[in-house]
């Protein structure tokens, strides 16, 4: 009799539980290549759910990985705002002018209405693509910026510091007004299919703000917002450090943290111990620059650290791949990982099985 | 410790704080023998760097490394209004985000440089054509580049073919996210020199203009 062979979805499952399952899952978090996987520029391929659909699944068999990602680009909460988004054409879409350009614009702010406007539409509808293909076979990756987050596109980053250091009540009042958002557009997602969501909040990072800092802001909208969202969360520092906050994370309530390429991947799985599964951390950037000899070394060095007892999943740093990555170099990491990353894992992932 | 660490440890202390009043107190009690310009060479680009230097490494947030550039930005500001004799006699430099709206490392290393003492043009946002005729025409010859993604660091090659096709001898000084990520990235681009947080960029210019001297 043939082995019953494990879903995706059963497989993400088990290593949540921080246990085993019959491989290490690894999400490649690609959003722009299925753009590429159609023949679209970049901007056709996000102006239909129907490209997205198409384009995650067919990601999804070229590189048997073990996620779909409905993200389409961070500044579609910002287009939600009213405000511009940027198309490249070998690139991310990229946010445009702020859309709060003083303080008198923090007070004016609303809450867009997730379900009537029309770039939110489309990726609720891509959602409802995604799940129709799969069901509950392979999980649905929703994205949310975290209120907390969310300032540094609509008000530009500097401004924003001035605002959290020197302006607390609008500071607040800013929070107020993002979170009824975020909490809104995420059960949206949710509601549409989405399995978990991912929550980017590199602000939250120690490379953006002190610890100190961060337990009276960015932690506190966490546990706030995290509460208030009905299914799983994965906190994502988006190539941010945070080993020093990893408990603090972990007492947000979410279920998962990505982390960053400039950590120890070893001390950070140990710090997430039975607390948090663990996504990363190959570079990005690097990739784009990689051999196929390069990426399996890299997936194997990372299985190796960070892969035993389950509680991880393979991914890149920073929650999304750049377009400039090749294909064989994705294809090699996932070459690799389903060659190295059967558990129980090899005694030495180095070469020598 | 003598008076100079004491110094250093205090403004470093009140910049961590963002306590404005503090470090201008420090500033204010600095000594008659001690000129501005000296005060910035001896103390606030020291501090700054070592700041600098704590964010790379990790113990320190980059929104305390901004705060004390505009901190300091301020406080030289005062002492060393644009127009001072004291600034230095620098090549004729501009600074720029190429194709991003997102202006923070662009902010804290103008503020580092006119904390120490040079006086920059700001192209604020700009595209390659755009920024290659500005170079040209305000005759610049120090170019400070901040990107945040990728796309616009790859862009830079471009800027450096564009000034190499209309004969701009300029040193091009780049940083931002994707340099750090990648530390072949800035070679590959074309750029002279990377600076992996704001305070590098002082050393790097003094650097260059000794050598060119």
């Known amino acids: ?353 | 410790m003598d008076d100079r660490d004491k110094m250093l440890n205090a403004f470093e202390r009140a910049l961590l704080d963002v306590d404005r009043l503090a470090a201008r107190q420090v500033m204010e009690q600095r000594g008659r023998d001690m000129r501005p310009i000296r005060f910035v060479e001896k103390v606030v680009l020291p501090v700054l760097e070592q700041l600098g230097a704590g964010w790379q490494d990790g113990p320190l947030a980059l929104s305390q490394v901004y705060m004390a550039g505009r901190i300091c930005e301020e406080l030289i500001d005062e002492m060393l209004p644009p127009a001072d004799p004291s600034r230095k006699n620098q090549p004729r430099m501009a600074i720029c985000i190429l194709e991003d709206h997102h202006a923070l490392g662009k902010v804290m290393v103008y503020a580092v440089l006119r904390s120490g003492g040079f006086d920059l043009l700001d192209y604020g946002v700009v595209g390659v054509d755009d920024l290659v005729a500005r170079v040209q025409a305000d005759r610049v010859k120090v170019l400070l580049i901040s990107v945040l993604m990728l796309p616009s660091a790859l862009k830079i090659k471009s800027v450096r073919q564009k000034l190499m096709d209309r004969e701009c001898d300029v040193t091009l000084i780049v940083g931002g996210a994707p340099f750090r990520f990648d530390d072949q990235l800035w070679q590959a681009v074309g750029a002279d020199v990377m600076c992996e947080n704001a305070s590098d960029v002082v050393p790097a210019i003094e650097k260059m203009m000794e050598e060119k001297r």
């Open chain 1, 1 to 353: 009799m043939s082995p019953v062979s494990t879903t995706s979805m059963q497989r993400v499952l088990t290593t949540l539980g921080h246990r085993e399952p019959d491989r290490v899952p690894f999400f490649l978090l690609l959003t722009l290549h299925g753009a590429k996987e159609l023949g679209l520029s970049i901007k056709t391929y996000f102006s239909t759910p129907e490209h997205v659909v198409e384009g995650q699944m067919r990601l999804l068999a070229k590189y048997r990985h073990d996620c779909l990602y409905s993200f389409f680009y961070a500044p579609v909460e910002i287009e939600a705002f009213g405000g511009e988004v940027m198309f490249v054409d070998d690139g991310p879409p990229n946010s445009g002018e702020p859309v709060i350009k003083t303080h008198q614009d923090i007070r004016n702010l609303t809450v867009p209405d997730v379900e009537n406007t029309p770039c939110l539409a489309r990726v609720l509808a891509a959602t409802r693509g995604l799940r129709d293909r799969v069901r509950d076979q392979v999980p649905i990756i929703g994205v949310v910026m975290s209120p907390f987050s969310l300032p540094v596109m609509q008000m530009g980053f500097d401004r924003y510091l001035d605002l959290m250091f020197e302006q607390p009540d609008l500071f607040s009042h800013l929070m107020k007004i993002n979170q009824a958002f975020c909490v809104q557009w995420a059960n949206a997602q949710l509601a549409a299919g989405a399995t978990a969501i991912c929550y980017f909040d590199p602000v939250s990072s120690t490379t953006i703000t002190t610890r100190k800092m961060y337990l009276k802001t960015g932690f506190e909208v966490a546990c706030q917002t995290l509460a208030q969202i009905n299914g799983p969360t994965a906190t994502h520092m988006a190539s941010g450090r945070c080993l020093p906050i990893l408990q603090d994370i972990a007492d947000t309530g979410t279920a998962a943290v990505g982390v960053s390429c400039l950590e120890d991947i070893r001390a950070v799985k140990a710090a997430c111990k039975n607390k948090l599964t663990v996504m990363g951390n190959l570079n990005g950037i690097e990739m784009r620059r990689w051999s196929v000899e390069q990426a399996e070394n890299h997936v194997k060095d990372l299985i190796a650290k960070a892969g035993a007892g389950g509680g991880f999943i393979l991914s890149d740093n920073h929650g999304e791949i750049p377009f400039q990555v090749p294909d064989e170099v994705l294809m090699a990491i996932s070459d690799s990982v389903h060659r190295w990353g059967k558990y129980p894992l090899p005694t030495d992932v180095s070469g020598k099985e």
